[in-house]
Every structure is written in structure tokens, then in C-alpha cells.
């Protein structure tokens, strides 16, 4: 099993920045894919940006140029890095992971969530 605890959300105005951090633990050696998803009420929740351990990253067209994924392996730690936010980002950001190297269906396992609000 790996747990998965977010941080570093909260409210930030257009054009400003956050960094969301999350804390893996457990069988983190299992772990062959990363990613962060975003949900608002109501919608589906949609993948943000994800990195394999075979070195694959992508990213939603909507982020593409402004958020960075980057992982600390010392650490455990994977992050985002949000850039020119904006009102549209606004929603609650999980941190996933799986021990498949890729992206597309259901990771196996997430965190609790973090709300990031983007103010206009």
C-alpha cells in the first residue's frame, strides 16, 4: 500500500502561483507513475499532469506552459508548480499514484485532496 498526503493549496489571485506538494510513504518503491488530477463539484475529475519512473511526463492542454510536475525521489515528494494561475484552475487537486508506468485509466492509489481557488 502507498499513502499519499497533499499540501500547499489555498486561494491565490489570477496570474499568481502556487506550489502543491505531496508526501508519498508505504510501498513507495512499487510506484511506476505519479501524477495530479484536479475535480471541481460536481464534474469528473481530470487529469493535470503525470511522470512514469521511465521518464514520461504529460500534461493537460489547459496547463501546458504554466504547471511543472517534478518529483524529489530523496524525499518521496512529488510536486506541481502553478504558474499564471487562473479563475478556471480553481478546484480540488489530488495526488495519485500507481505501480503501472503509464496514464489513462484509474490510479490504484490517492490522496485526500487539496483545494486550490483561483481569485479574479
Known amino acids: 500500500q502507498v499513502q499519499l498526503v497533499e499540501s500547499g493549496g489555498g486561494v491565490v489571485q489570477t496570474g499568481g502561483s502556487l506550489r502543491l506538494s505531496c508526501a508519498l510513504s508505504?510501498?513507495?518503491?512499487?510506484?511506476?507513475?505519479m501524477g495530479w488530477y484536479r475535480q471541481v463539484a460536481g464534474k469528473q475529475r481530470d487529469l493535470v499532469a503525470v511522470?512514469?519512473?521511465?521518464?514520461?511526463?504529460d500534461y493537460a492542454d489547459s496547463v501546458k506552459g504554466r504547471f511543472t510536475i517534478s518529483r524529489d525521489n530523496a524525499k518521496n515528494r512529488l510536486y506541481l508548480q502553478m504558474n499564471s494561475l487562473k479563475p478556471e484552475d480553481t478546484a480540488v487537486y489530488y495526488c495519485a499514484a500507481d505501480h503501472r508506468a503509464g496514464w489513462g485509466y484509474e490510479y490504484a492509489w490517492w490522496g485526500q485532496g487539496t483545494q486550490v481557488t483561483v481569485s479574479s
Open positions: 508505504g510501498s513507495v518503491r512499487s510506484i511506476l507513475a
Open positions: 511522470l512514469t519512473t521511465l521518464g514520461s511526463i
